[in-house]
């Protein structure tokens, strides 16, 4: 054992050297020479109490905060390769600096068992719903998982999973996003208003919607009614997949009259600097604002929109199938958590008999200027 030794431009720094198995260990620069004899203790107790590998090794068992920064690294490098959405990375990181470090970050993940895990997902479930707790279980599985061969063991996948049908959405009406939209008119962002009837009526993620630019856009496209309606492409989704996603007659006049009072922007929601989209943390507070404006719970998210798109689509008549399509859902089982029908639904679909079930109607509320915009008037 001995303590190295160095001269910088800012004065001389010490470190801890030892040799074990023939690899040589180091500690940190230090600019005191006693905080490298620190150092140097610290290693001869490791070594005399058996701990050495699982402290300073090769095979060093990492705190949880080190094994973020790795996990998160990993996933950087799947967003760089197109294998992952950078929404799921922006996600994963909320996650862990929200919750997860300051939970686990100082504990070295051997430290970390079933029932701390267990602990985490019943305190967290006293604050968010149980299918958002799930979210953080997976995140943080994914992080033992990088350790998998180190650890030989994941105590996350002890821990039982919320239902993911539990009541933890909640899908808005056409009537509430009326009392929105009326709202959303008086807030002081440019784009809340039509971003909350655009997240309603495509059923599009808002970072879609603000990545969106001009040249994605056909104003020209028609269905197979021959109705002139639009059509937006979205080339990377959270499912890594393009969407074509048809437009709305209300949607694409509203687009219309956005892009007309933006002039040459490049982007449907640009930034203040018109250099690039909207920054999604400001749409996001505009639209608690306009939540608390309308009196409604503050629980509520700008995401719910899309529940309530999905679910009047379906009251219309839409197959789940072609639902799920517009979604960019991989399963059914996906799609499902987007339905939110009433015993009232119900009802209503049994006053239908044979040949009086109610066709597939992607519009809301078309008024006398809708149909003459579809039509191409």
Known sequence: MTIESKQTKSGARYRARVMVEGRLTTGSWHQEQKLARRDEDEIYGALRSGSFHRTHGRDRIPTFAEAAVHYVDECQRKVDQRKESARTLYDKRCQLNKELIPRFGDFMLDEIDAWKVESFRRDLHKR??????????????????????????????????YEETED????????????????????????????????????????????????????????????LRGLAHVPWTKSKKALDVPLSLRVRRVWQQHFRALGESEWLFPNVSNTGPADY?????????????????????????????????????ARRATVQALLGNKTRVMTDRYIHLTEDDAAQALTHGPGEKPGFVIDFVIDDEDRAAGEGK
């Open 168 to 227: 933890g959405y909640y899908a808005f009406t056409e009537e509430e996003l009326q009392i929105l939209l009326a709202h959303a008119a008086q807030d002081s962002n440019p784009h809340i208003e039509v971003i909350l009837l655009s997240a309603f009526d495509t059923l599009l993620r808002i970072r879609n919607l603000l990545d969106l630019r001009r040249d994605q856009i056909d104003w020209r496209w028609r269905d197979s009614n021959g109705t």
């Open 128 to 161: 968010v719903s149980g299918p958002r707790v799930n979210r953080y279980l997976s995140t943080l599985s994914g992080v033992f998982k990088l350790y998998s061969k180190l650890l030989g063991t994941n105590p996350v996948r002890a821990v039982d999973r």
């Open 281 to 317: 943390g400001s749409i996001r507070d505009a639209s608690k604002r306009v939540l608390k404006a309308a009196g409604m719970p503050e629980t509520l998210r700008i995401h719910d929109l899309r529940h309530g798109g999905a679910t009047e689509l379906i009251r219309r008549g």
